[in-house]
Structure formats: C-alpha cells, structure tokens
C-alpha cells in the first residue's frame, strides 16, 4: 500500500505559539490530502481537505484560521495549529488516497502528538 | 445518528477464540466498505477491502450485506496481537473522505 510519512511525531509547546506538521506522500502524487484529530479513546475526526493548489475545505466547526493549511505541491501538506492552547492537545493524523487492490481507499501517516503546556 | 455504527466493546476473548465484529451504516450512497486496525496511540492501517462477495485473509473473513446495511469481521483462532480496535469504514458516493465508525475495541487474554 501507499506511504504516507508525518512530522513531527511528537511536539510539546508553550501556549500561544504555533506548531507545523508536515504531511508527505511517499512515491505516489496527492492531489487530495486529509487532516484528522482525535482526542484520546474517541473516534477520528476529519478537520478538513487538503487540495493541491487551492484552498483547503473545512468541516463544520473547524476554524480556518486557527488551523491553517497549506497544499503547495502533490506530496506535501502542511498544517499548522497557530496560537496553540491546551485544548488542542490532541492526536493529529494526516491521510492520502491511494489505490488498494481495485478499490480507493486512505492511507495514514503515523500521527503526530500534540501536547500544549 | 451515526452514519456508521458500531459497538465500541471491548470485547475480551481467550487465545484462540473466534470473535465477530458487526457494524450497520445508514447512508445508501455508501460504495465501498473497509475494516481498519488502530493500534493504542498509533494511526489507522487498512486491515482489508470488504467484498461484495464476501472475502478471507487468512485468520479474518469480512462479509458485507447490502439488504441490511451491514458489515462483519470474523476473527478466527484469535493472537494477542490482535488486541487493538477495529474501525469500519465506509465510502460514501459524493464525499472524498472515507466515513469512520468509532471503532470497537477488542482485548485478547492470555
């Protein structure tokens, strides 16, 4: 199956300053990236999609200008989680289409832990 | 209510116990099913494709009824590294994100 790699996996900061994750495909293209959070023992939670060369579409709730995405080329997206709080201490997963067997489906980058102090 | 439903468990089963995992979506536009593996502060990793057909990967069968909207995992002569929750997956015509159950969470004793 597709690689899709994350970094970094584990991040503490201060509240109030920024943080940058980094999503890459590896040896496939992606056009369409998504970004997950989840909290501990709950379900995954699509923030938003990530869209090479446009702008990222959001869920319902999320705020864009709080988590600021960026698709600049096929095999980067990055989100970055600007003016950090305790609350968004979270699990933050990115995800790539790719192909398994004939059907698509989503591979996931190993995550990345978020803990703000 | 949930478009993908599922029974959050845990389920404890012995070593070499079969165990199933059921799960029921809601939306008719759903195309295509997945079982995941989620391992405890790990990211998901597709487990298999579910089949119309229904269809086996070694120790696990997955089965799919479109009638009834459900969706099943049959695991046989379980591991203790089965341990870990099992997400059903669904894709849904129209969306480009795959649909996620909350998981059901199944624990293997020694």
């Known amino acids: 199956g597709a690689v899709v790699s994350q970094h970094p996996s584990r991040v503490i900061c201060k509240s109030g300053t920024s943080v940058k994750i980094e999503c890459r495909s590896l040896d496939f293209q992606a056009t369409t990236m998504f970004w997950y959070r989840q909290f501990p023992k709950k379900s995954l939670m699509l923030m938003a999609t990530?869209?090479?060369?446009?702008?990222?579409?959001?869920e319902q709730g999320v705020e864009k200008d709080k988590f600021l995405i960026n698709h600049a080329s096929l095999t980067l997206s990055t989100l970055t989680v600007t003016s950090a709080h305790p609350e968004d201490s979270s699990f933050y997963i990115c995800?790539?289409?790719?192909?398994?067997?004939?059907?698509?489906?989503?591979?996931f980058g190993p995550g990345t832990r978020l803990l703000v102090l | 209510r949930k478009e993908v439903e599922q029974d959050p468990g845990p389920f404890n089963v012995p070593e070499g116990a079969t165990v199933a995992f059921n799960c029921t979506y809601s939306?008719?536009?759903?195309?295509?099913f997945f079982w995941y593996r989620q391992d405890c502060r790990k990211e998901p990793k597709l487990l298999m494709s579910?089949?119309?057909s229904g269809n086996e990967d070694g120790r696990f069968t997955a089965q799919l009824n479109r009638a009834s909207q459900y969706i099943s995992l049959l695991i046989r002569d379980s591991k203790l590294s089965d341990s870990a929750t099992y997400l059903c997956?669904?894709?849904?015509?129209?969306?480009?994100?795959?649909?996620f159950g909350s998981g059901t969470r199944l624990q293997v004793q020694p």
């Open positions: 939306n008719s536009a759903s195309q295509s």
């Open positions: 990530s869209n090479e060369g446009s702008k990222a579409t959001y």
């Open positions: 997956v669904v894709r849904i015509e129209g969306r480009r994100a795959l649909t």
């Open positions: 995800s790539a289409r790719g192909t398994s067997g004939s059907k698509e489906t989503q591979y």
């Open positions: 579910v089949y119309s």
